[in-house]
């Protein structure tokens, strides 16, 4: 965000009064904001607010009223903006913008902007349900606009339904991830943040989700094993996220000391690499997605001792086998409705390993963790990642905590699942 430009346009919706919060967000993240409000915006919130907010002065009409004859130019405004965010976008600017009609600051803005369009949509349910509204958003997204969905939730008509305006820090981090370099979002089919997310839809319901989190521990004899450092806290946020939207989740953790995070969720405790395997088998023919977040043994003694090992050379051999691949195993037998998510931990050539890992075993996404990155990895309770698609996409998500992260990484594969379903049903 630092350094961006953002156009916030504001029109006449109950919901303006969050335009305050959102350019106080946006500037925070570092964004210069200037802030176009139609002539009825500003009967819900003052010119003068978001102007001491934004550190411009808000503009309205296309000439000012000082009888010199100056001008607003729109086609300034337009071109200046690295992204134009039209929030609250009521029925009546949806309509404006849909039709061209260049009758105002704002849509004449609109009609000259060069960059990516984003409208956040604010109204009743039935305003926003109605064929004149949803033809309206319909074409503005044939025109390659980007729609922020309302949420649902209580109206402030007292209804309940949705219409309600995304939250400001959900459509910050809409901007701040589509507007990180790095992310090469593919607009068919990539896997990246979807602005038409809505969690209060339970985008899940219905769908079987097969998690696999935590370390393993291979045996050496009865009282030695082999692990790593995996505590399971993204697996366990991830479970957390997907009940929350709807989903069956059925976890199989190996040792890790976190409570379940909701009752709902079926736990299948499991020690060792090859006991993982076995119940991620047992339970992916009902899985529409699948997760891999644990960190699974590589290999494992190949002669567990049936007693404790005694001290006695100076040097003493492990021997170990391979334990079984579970990702490219299931990633085999992955059917085309399924969609197989990973997860990596690379030290060297990340985004080639990655890439690499993503392909061999037939996942549809690869989170990469990197150790590099501070405050990422094993048993932070912050992590960064990277996450690839099979079209070549690449995004990076900013460090933030697990649970946040969780959140991103499901509506990331939400939009996944979707763009799934549409291919094989067309
Ligand atoms: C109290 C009140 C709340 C309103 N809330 C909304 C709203 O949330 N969404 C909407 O599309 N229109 C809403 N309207 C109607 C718009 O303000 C009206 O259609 C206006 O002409 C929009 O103009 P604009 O798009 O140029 O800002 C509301 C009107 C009133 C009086």
Redesign the pocket.
């Known amino acids: 965000m630092q350094g961006k430009r953002i156009l916030l346009g504001v029109?006449?919706?109950?919901?303006a009064y969050k335009a305050a919060f959102l350019v106080r967000l946006l500037v925070k993240a570092g964004a210069e904001v200037r802030v176009v409000m139609?002539?009825?915006?500003r009967e819900?919130i003052t010119p003068l607010t978001l102007s001491t907010l934004s550190k411009h002065p808000v503009l309205s009409e296309f000439t000012t009223t000082d009888g010199t004859g100056t001008w607003n130019n729109h086609v300034e405004l337009g071109l200046w903006a690295d992204v134009v965010l039209i929030a609250?976008a009521?029925?009546?600017?949806l309509a404006?913008c849909a039709h061209g009609l260049a009758d105002?600051l704002l849509s004449a803005v609109y009609l000259s902007a060069r960059c990516p369009v984003f409208f956040a949509p604010?109204?009743?349910l039935d305003?926003y349900q109605h064929p004149a509204t949803t033809e309206n958003l319909r074409r503005l997204t044939s025109f390659g606009n980007r729609i922020i969905e309302a949420e649902s939730g209580e109206l402030?008509s007292g209804l309940v339904g949705q219409?309600r305006m995304a939250e400001p820090e959900r459509m910050v981090r809409v901007l701040e991830i589509f507007l990180t370099p790095e992310n090469t979002p593919n607009p068919l089919k990539g896997a990246f943040l979807s602005e038409n997310f809505s969690r209060e839809n339970a985008p899940f319901r219905g769908l079987g989700v097969l998690i696999t989190a935590g370390p393993t521990q291979e045996a050496i004899d009865p009282v030695r094993f082999i692990s790593n450092q995996s505590t399971g806290k993204m697996g366990y946020a991830l479970a957390a996220e997907l009940q929350a939207v709807g989903a069956h989740v059925t976890l199989v953790s190996g040792p890790v000391a976190l409570p379940l995070p909701h009752p709902d969720i079926r736990l299948v405790q499991v020690r060792s690499a090859q006991q993982m395997f076995e119940a991620a088998q047992a339970h992916f023919t009902n899985a529409d997605v699948v997760i891999l977040s644990a960190a699974v043994a590589d290999y494992t003694p190949t002669h567990p001792a049936d007693r404790k090992i005694k001290k006695k050379e100076a040097v003493f051999t492990i021997e170990l086998s391979k334990t079984v691949d579970i990702a490219a195993t299931l990633g085999q037998q992955k059917r085309p409705d399924q969609v197989l998510v990973g997860f990596a931990l690379e030290t060297d050539n990340e985004l080639e390993n990655a890439r690499a890992k993503l392909n061999s075993k037939n996942l549809d996404l690869i989170v990469l963790n990197s150790l590099q990155d501070p405050g990422a990895g094993f048993g932070h309770d912050t992590n960064q990642v990277t996450v690839l698609d099979r079209n070549g996409g690449v995004q990076k998500i900013p460090l933030q905590s697990k649970q946040e992260l969780a959140k991103d990484l499901v509506e990331i594969i939400a939009k996944l699942v979707s763009s799934t379903r549409v291919v094989l049903k067309s």
């Open positions: 029109s006449g919706s109950i919901a139609t002539a009825s915006a819900f609250p009521s029925a009546r600017t404006r105002d604010a109204m009743d305003m402030a219409g």
